[in-house]
């Protein structure tokens, strides 16, 4: 496509022609959809798309509204080149202005008089020629501002000149990776987010977070960005190198720049100023030539220590660089002053010649800021931290201490030091202090000191309006005092970096924290304008089959079948199945013929929602259906045969495969919809929009609604239950919702709000039935039918591992237990199970419970409940599962009979670990991660049969029915076994 960019986001609007919109994907790393505007088209476009194995990164939407369904400043290229159908859908040259990014662009076929109100919409000063289109460029604004060091400038101010940063609760982007130890760094310039970080240097779209490039990079290595440049240190080059921003190659060697730490590289006009192993210096950044340098300041990276090596000393972290003792070299400039600091000694240079002025002792565990002639740090009196931490500032002439500020209250490492305003603010209470004298001046409004503790968070950040808070997330208007507090993002442990305010948008970190459920991954928040939620009797679109399918009296409890995910609506993967063995592979199939480029894999990969390239299996009427997660689709074939029956399109990733219901099938879309088909052939009969209004987002790769339907239905006694959004305190919360499951029509919703500061907040999971109770979301009410709240969620869901009163504890027997998680993040299916604790190896672990039986999985019968744990399978009474298991140090104070159940009754190794499990009242069928399917006694543990399949079970991907096993593989699969 002419003139565009080298990746990111483009929407044809009105061009359903499948060749075109694959060519367009192939130019570079783009995302492609067309928005259409009747469902015919749709239709049409989505079989040529899927005929030529390109479905998912190019897409076919269908738009009946007036709104296009794209969040604001999210698409790089808009191209209108079918006039007359744009014509008839009645968007606005305004709308079409709204979605284009900054410096995006929007073609026009031909000359139109839509090109002249496309330029007064976009306020472009006028248009061009690129072949047959006319392209009008949307300036950026100038309120936004971009972020290029470490602190966002050479001073280390961490103050963002940028005024559209707002309140932020609303989803931009998310991208991997999701869990990171400490060590990102990051800049945005030039409409694009660059980062380092193990070894590479990534360029995203900073208003999509689309992959632009990735290269190799340097470990530990420090780097900067300017004018659409990078200057960085790869594989290869033993000095600095200048990357051109938009393709991530080398365009300029700077051979006296080698051996620079993370923390001492900046830009000071045309200059560089680098501090290296054998000296600090500045070279000119054009030219490349060197303007000075001072050998007398050697040494910087040799001292570098790995986070293992750290120790405790004196109240203080010591030998690591994510905590306060610094051991590497790190530089600021300020006007006409270098600040170079190294283990304990500060230097002060003039910036013109290199020439050193003074050099002292320094007591900080690191430079903070140096603007208006001083430079400030924080450090902590003899004692540690305990005893409160002090603020000084010192002259940058001389190096004398002008003022000290002592804070008495406990303080973390949160604190910081800014300089704004004329003033040297300290964010322990938001206060400004006047520079040389130390006299307060301001603060801001309604805030308390013990309400800025930023806890384990190092750097803030903050902009001419707005001070951000790490932990909760949140701003405080600096002016009017005004707070926005949640709790669905919270500021990286260790400060690297805190976070990045630019563009508009606020920009956080993966974390390697586990203190509450939270967004994970590279994330970018913006401050949109409000929309107007659809009104609910406008939300239900009927399709061609709408009132073909009678409603039916079901009752079976789903006894005999694996209609739903995970077997039944209690979730307990349980089914009174008959099974013959020893088990014989029947058929296998491998429905996902799409093929996708490389590019996409390592962001699909991060999404810990998509468990593989197939979700687990559901069977019932003789069908077995899948979804595709990356294709956006569900897929049915005939349970004896494999036969391929029919799929089904919808907007975007589909995470868990449907329910059967009669003779409908029922699922939910990560597009805001859920959707009800007839099972015999596919046939849309509704769907009904979940989401509040359709603002599109990127997560992972994919473009999905910024309020979808991401775990799936439950279906019971002719109604579908379902939660829409992904954390309460995000966009428009969490809504759950029950409809009628044939005619599509409203019966109640409910919003589930978050429980308070000092609990946690709903997060979606696979909605529960159990005897008349309703659990649709986690840390959430539970309902029943009638939607009224049987009970509020328990306060004591702080701590971790206490039983919650709903597990029964003598109130309730076993058959009456909502299922529930035992500890604080640990959920109940695949998309949101990785519990956030912290491990050996800092990486997510999957986490499920029963009661007081936990693992990696948990499934139950009437007698016994099995535990995956690792490459185990162990087998507990289930009276186990109503017992508060007290501390260690208390079981032995426990009634007899009551310790003697905590000991498994069998347990059983597989090789590699267990990846997914089922349950008769006979049978424990596991699938391994070596391969091995292997069928156990449900009583003794005894094994009967093992098979192996060629690929690795997909986590969860078991079924039974009909008298067959049911296994989805990471690898696209699905095998029948009988």
Same mark, same amino acid.
């Given at each position: 496509m002419?003139?565009?960019?080298?990746?990111?986001?483009?929407?044809y609007?009105?061009?359903?022609?499948?060749?075109?919109?694959?060519?367009?994907?192939?130019a570079?790393?783009?995302?492609?959809?067309?928005?259409?505007?009747?469902?015919?088209?749709?239709?049409?476009?989505?079989?040529?798309?899927?005929?030529?194995?390109?479905?998912?990164?190019?897409?076919?939407?269908?738009?009946s509204?007036?709104?296009?369904?794209?969040?604001?400043?999210?698409?790089n290229?808009?191209a209108?080149?079918?006039?007359?159908?744009?014509?008839?859908?009645?968007?606005?040259?305004?709308?079409?202005?709204?979605?284009?990014?900054?410096?995006?662009?929007?073609?026009?076929?031909?000359?139109?008089?839509?090109?002249?109100?496309?330029?007064?919409?976009?306020?472009?000063?006028?248009?061009?020629?690129?072949?047959?289109?006319t392209?009008?460029?949307?300036?950026r604004?100038?309120?936004?501002?971009?972020?290029?060091?470490?602190?966002?400038?050479?001073?280390?101010?961490?103050?963002?000149?940028?005024?559209?940063?707002?309140?932020?609760?609303?989803?931009?982007?998310?991208?991997?990776?999701?869990?990171?130890?400490?060590?990102?760094?990051?800049?945005?310039?030039?409409?694009?987010?660059?980062?380092?970080?193990?070894?590479?240097?990534?360029?995203?779209?900073?208003?999509?977070?689309?992959?632009?490039?990735?290269?190799?990079?340097?470990?530990?290595?420090?780097?900067?960005?300017?004018?659409?440049?990078?200057?960085?240190?790869?594989?290869g080059?033993?000095?600095?190198?200048?990357?051109d921003?938009?393709?991530?190659?080398?365009v300029?060697?700077?051979?006296?720049i080698r051996?620079?730490?993370?923390l001492?590289?900046?830009?000071?006009?045309e200059?560089?100023?680098?501090?290296?192993?054998?000296?600090?210096?500045?070279?000119?950044?054009?030219?490349?030539?060197?303007?000075?340098m001072?050998?007398?300041?050697?040494?910087?990276?040799?001292?570098y220590?790995?986070?293992d090596?750290?120790?405790?000393k004196?109240?203080?972290?010591?030998?690591?660089?994510?905590?306060?003792?610094?051991?590497?070299?790190?530089?600021?400039?300020?006007?006409?002053?270098?600040?170079?600091?190294l283990?304990?000694?500060?230097?002060?240079?003039?910036?013109?010649?290199?020439?050193?002025?003074?050099?002292?002792?320094?007591p900080?565990?690191?430079?903070?800021?140096?603007?208006?002639?001083?430079?400030?740090?924080?450090?902590?009196?003899?004692?540690?931290?305990?005893?409160?931490?002090?603020l000084?500032?010192?002259?940058?002439?001389?190096?004398?201490?002008l003022?000290?500020?002592?804070?008495?209250?406990?303080?973390?490492?949160?604190?910081?030091?800014?300089? @704004?305003?004329?003033?040297i603010?300290?964010?322990?209470?938001?206060?400004g202090?006047?520079?040389?004298?130390g006299?307060?001046?301001?603060?801001?409004?309604?805030?308390?000191?013990?309400?800025?503790?930023?806890?384990?968070?190092?750097?803030?950040?903050?902009?001419?309006?707005?001070?951000?808070?790490?932990?909760? @997330?949140?701003?405080?208007?600096?002016?009017?005092?005004?707070k926005?507090?949640?709790?669905?993002?919270?500021?990286?442990?260790?400060?690297?970096?805190?976070?990045?305010l630019?563009?508009?948008?606020?920009?956080? @970190?993966?974390?390697?924290?586990?203190?509450?459920?939270?967004?994970?991954?590279?994330t970018?928040?913006?401050?949109?304008?409000?929309?107007?939620?659809?009104?609910?009797?406008?939300?239900?679109?009927?399709?061609?089959?709408?009132?073909?399918?009678?409603?039916e009296?079901?009752?079976?409890?789903?006894?005999?079948?694996?209609?739903?995910?995970?077997?039944?609506?209690?979730?307990?993967?349980?089914?009174?199945?008959?099974?013959?063995?020893?088990?014989?592979?029947?058929?296998?199939?491998t429905?996902?013929?799409?093929?996708?480029?490389?590019?996409?894999?390592?962001?699909?990969k991060s999404?810990?929602?998509?468990?593989?390239?197939?979700?687990?299996?559901?069977?019932?009427?003789?069908?077995?259906?899948?979804?595709?997660?990356?294709?956006?689709?569900?897929?049915?074939?005939?349970?004896?045969?494999?036969k391929?029956?029919?799929?089904?399109?919808?907007e975007?990733?589909?995470?868990?495969?449907?329910?059967?219901?009669?003779?409908?099938?029922?699922?939910?879309?990560?597009?805001?919809?859920?959707?009800?088909?007839?099972?015999?052939?596919?046939?849309?009969?509704?769907?009904?929009?979940?989401?509040?209004?359709?603002?599109?987002?990127?997560?992972?790769?994919?473009?999905?609604?910024?309020?979808?339907?991401?775990?799936?239905?439950?279906?019971?006694?002719?109604?579908?239950?379902?939660?829409?959004?992904?954390?309460?305190?995000?966009?428009?919360?969490?809504?759950?919702?029950k409809?009628?499951?044939?005619?599509?029509?409203?019966?109640?919703?409910?919003?589930?709000?978050?429980?308070?500061?000092?609990?946690?907040?709903p997060?979606?999971?696979?909605?529960?039935?159990?005897?008349?109770?309703i659990?649709?979301?986690?840390?959430?009410?539970?309902?029943?039918?009638?939607?009224?709240?049987?009970?509020?969620?328990?306060?004591?869901?702080?701590?971790?591992?206490?039983?919650l009163?709903?597990?029964?504890?003598?109130?309730?027997?076993?058959?009456?237990?909502?299922?529930?998680?035992?500890?604080?993040?640990?959920?109940?299916?695949h998309?949101?199970?990785?519990?956030?604790?912290?491990?050996?190896?800092?990486?997510?672990?999957?986490?499920q419970?029963?009661?007081?039986?936990?693992?990696?999985?948990?499934?139950?019968?009437?007698?016994m409940?099995?535990?995956?744990?690792?490459?185990?399978?162990?087998?507990?009474?289930i009276?186990?599962?109503?017992?508060?298991?007290?501390?260690?140090?208390?079981?032995?104070k426990?009634?007899?009979?009551?310790?003697?159940?905590?000991?498994?009754?069998?347990?059983?190794?597989?090789?590699?670990?267990?990846?997914?499990?089922?349950?008769?009242?006979?049978?424990?069928?596991?699938?391994?991660?070596?391969?091995?399917?292997?069928? @156990?006694?449900?009583?003794?543990?005894?094994?009967?049969?093992?098979?192996?399949?060629?690929?690795?079970?997909?986590?969860?991907?078991?079924a039974?029915?009909?008298?067959?096993?049911?296994?989805?593989?990471?690898?696209?699969?699905?095998i029948?076994?009988?």
């Amino acid at each position: 496509m002419p003139g565009s960019p080298k990746g990111g986001v483009i929407v044809y609007l009105g061009s359903a022609d499948a060749d075109t919109l694959i060519k367009t994907r192939d130019a570079g790393r783009f995302v492609v959809q067309s928005v259409l505007f009747d469902s015919a088209s749709v239709d049409k476009a989505r079989k040529a798309i899927l005929a030529r194995k390109a479905y998912g990164l190019v897409a076919a939407i269908h738009s009946s509204a007036k709104r296009l369904p794209y969040t604001d400043n999210f698409v790089n290229v808009v191209a209108i080149d079918d006039l007359a159908a744009f014509g008839k859908s009645g968007v606005s040259a305004d709308e079409v202005a709204r979605i284009v990014t900054p410096n995006g662009a929007i073609l026009v076929a031909g000359d139109s008089a839509l090109a002249k109100l496309l330029v007064s919409a976009c306020g472009a000063t006028a248009t061009s020629k690129v072949g047959p289109w006319t392209r009008i460029v949307k300036p950026r604004p100038k309120e936004m501002d971009e972020w290029t060091h470490g602190r966002h400038d050479p001073e280390g101010t961490s103050i963002s000149q940028d005024k559209l940063v707002g309140y932020s609760g609303v989803l931009q982007w998310r991208q991997g990776p999701i869990w990171l130890w400490p060590g990102i760094s990051s800049r945005t310039i030039d409409g694009k987010n660059y980062y380092y970080v193990k070894g590479e240097i990534v360029c995203r779209d900073a208003f999509n977070g689309t992959l632009i490039w990735r290269i190799a990079g340097q470990e530990q290595k420090s780097f900067t960005a300017f004018e659409k440049k990078v200057y960085a240190f790869v594989p290869g080059a033993d000095n600095l190198v200048a990357l051109d921003g938009d393709t991530g190659k080398v365009v300029k060697h700077y051979k006296d720049i080698r051996g620079v730490c993370p923390l001492a590289l900046v830009h000071v006009g045309e200059n560089i100023v680098f501090a290296a192993d054998d000296g600090l210096g500045s070279v000119n950044r054009q030219t490349g030539e060197l303007n000075w340098m001072n050998k007398n300041l050697k040494g910087s990276v040799s001292t570098y220590n790995k986070p293992d090596d750290r120790t405790w000393k004196n109240g203080r972290w010591a030998g690591w660089d994510g905590w306060v003792g610094n051991t590497k070299t790190e530089i600021l400039v300020s006007d006409k002053y270098v600040l170079r600091h190294l283990r304990g000694k500060l230097t002060c240079l003039n910036l013109a010649d290199g020439k050193e002025r003074w050099t002292q002792d320094f007591p900080g565990s690191g430079l903070r800021v140096a603007k208006y002639g001083v430079y400030a740090f924080k450090h902590f009196p003899a004692g540690g931290r305990k005893k409160g931490s002090i603020l000084e500032v010192r002259s940058l002439k001389d190096g004398k201490t002008l003022w000290k500020r002592e804070r008495k209250s406990r303080i973390g490492p949160g604190t910081d030091v800014h300089a @704004f305003d004329g003033l040297i603010w300290d964010t322990t209470g938001i206060m400004g202090y006047d520079p040389q004298t130390g006299e307060f001046k301001k603060q801001a409004k309604g805030y308390g000191v013990q309400e800025a503790v930023l806890r384990c968070v190092m750097d803030s950040a903050a902009t001419v309006n707005f001070f951000f808070e790490g932990r909760p @997330f949140g701003f405080i208007n600096i002016h009017t005092g005004e707070k926005y507090r949640k709790e669905f993002v919270r500021n990286v442990c260790g400060g690297s970096p805190g976070i990045l305010l630019g563009n508009g948008m606020i920009y956080c @970190f993966p974390k390697l924290c586990g203190c509450f459920s939270m967004l994970r991954g590279y994330t970018g928040l913006a401050t949109p304008r409000p929309l107007g939620p659809i009104p609910d009797d406008q939300r239900l679109l009927k399709g061609p089959a709408y009132g073909t399918v009678n409603k039916e009296n079901l009752t079976d409890e789903y006894a005999a079948d694996w209609a739903t995910y995970l077997g039944n609506e209690q979730r307990s993967c349980l089914t009174n199945e008959e099974v013959n063995l020893p088990l014989k592979k029947f058929w296998e199939v491998t429905p996902e013929d799409q093929i996708f480029p490389e590019w996409t894999s390592r962001d699909w990969k991060s999404s810990y929602r998509v468990s593989g390239t197939i979700s687990a299996p559901t069977a019932s009427q003789g069908m077995v259906a899948v979804a595709l997660p990356e294709s956006h689709r569900i897929k049915v074939f005939e349970a004896g045969t494999g036969k391929d029956l029919w799929s089904f399109v919808s907007e975007s990733r589909v995470v868990l495969p449907p329910t059967f219901y009669g003779k409908i099938v029922l699922f939910g879309s990560e597009d805001g919809y859920v959707y009800c088909l007839r099972s015999k052939d596919g046939a849309l009969i509704w769907r009904y929009q979940a989401a509040p209004a359709q603002r599109r987002v990127s997560v992972f790769g994919q473009i999905e609604s910024h309020f979808p339907v991401t775990c799936g239905v439950l279906v019971k006694n002719g109604s579908v239950y379902f939660t829409a959004g992904r954390h309460a305190d995000l966009n428009s919360g969490l809504t759950g919702y029950k409809l009628d499951a044939y005619t599509g029509r409203l019966s109640w919703k409910k919003m589930m709000k978050t429980i308070g500061r000092k609990s946690i907040s709903p997060v979606p999971e696979i909605p529960r039935y159990v005897k008349g109770d309703i659990r649709l979301a986690h840390h959430a009410q539970v309902f029943n039918e009638r939607g009224e709240s049987l009970m509020a969620p328990d306060k004591s869901l702080k701590r971790r591992g206490k039983t919650l009163p709903e597990t029964g504890l003598g109130k309730k027997s076993h058959d009456e237990v909502i299922m529930l998680t035992g500890n604080l993040n640990g959920l109940l299916d695949h998309t949101w199970s990785r519990s956030d604790r912290q491990g050996n190896n800092n990486i997510p672990g999957y986490s499920q419970s029963y009661g007081s039986v936990r693992g990696g999985q948990v499934v139950y019968n009437k007698t016994m409940a099995y535990a995956i744990t690792g490459a185990s399978v162990t087998a507990y009474d289930i009276r186990l599962a109503a017992i508060r298991i007290p501390h260690h140090k208390q079981i032995p104070k426990m009634p007899p009979e009551e310790r003697a159940l905590m000991n498994p009754k069998w347990s059983c190794s597989v090789a590699g670990g267990a990846r997914a499990m089922a349950v008769t009242n006979k049978i424990v069928v596991v699938a391994a991660k070596s391969g091995d399917v292997v069928v @156990f006694d449900a009583n003794t543990g005894k094994e009967f049969s093992k098979v192996k399949i060629n690929g690795t079970p997909a986590r969860w991907g078991l079924a039974i029915s009909g008298g067959r096993i049911y296994v989805s593989t990471d690898e696209g699969a699905l095998i029948c076994f009988r």
